[in-house]
Nanobody, 124 residues
Framework: VQLQASGGGLVQAGGSLRVTCVVS????????MGWFRQAPGKEREFVAA????????AYADSAKGRFTISRDNAKNMVSLQMNSLKPEDTAVYSC??????????????????WGQGTQVTVSS
């Protein structure tokens, strides 16, 4: 199973970015998909996750109201739309797949497959 994230970049505070992850191999339709981020000098943290159908979602408090996770099972793709970005959102954003759960989970240890990450930088 391979995960390829893209869409990161440099944006000013208050702006928007959309990061996307395409999954190849495995059974995407039966993976919980999550987005995580890691800022320099900090631990990796949960951002958002979506269940198999996309109807169930979970968000970190820092993402609620600003970020939206979505998936397209026909394209083996999961996206994270990020609005009202803040400098503290600067991090490497990685997608991950959980093959054992049905409902979205924030636990890093639950995820089996990881992408390489894409850099998001928010300037003040």
């Amino acid at each position: 199973v391979q995960l390829q994230a893209s869409g990161g970049g440099l944006v000013q505070a208050g702006g928007s970015l959309r990061v996307t992850c395409v999954v190849s191999g495995g059974n995407f339709r039966q993976y919980v998909m999550g987005w995580f981020r890691q800022a320099p000098g900090k631990e990796r943290e949960f951002v958002a996750a979506t269940g198999w159908s996309g109807r169930s979602t979970a968000y970190a408090d820092s993402a609620k109201g600003r970020f939206t996770i979505s998936r397209d099972n026909a394209k083996n793709m999961v996206s994270l739309q990020m609005n009202s970005l803040k400098p503290e959102d600067t991090a490497v954003y990685s997608c991950a797949a959980d093959k054992n759960n049905i409902v979205p989970t924030s636990r890093i240890a639950d995820y089996d497959y990881w992408g390489q990450g894409t850099q998001v930088t928010v300037s003040s």
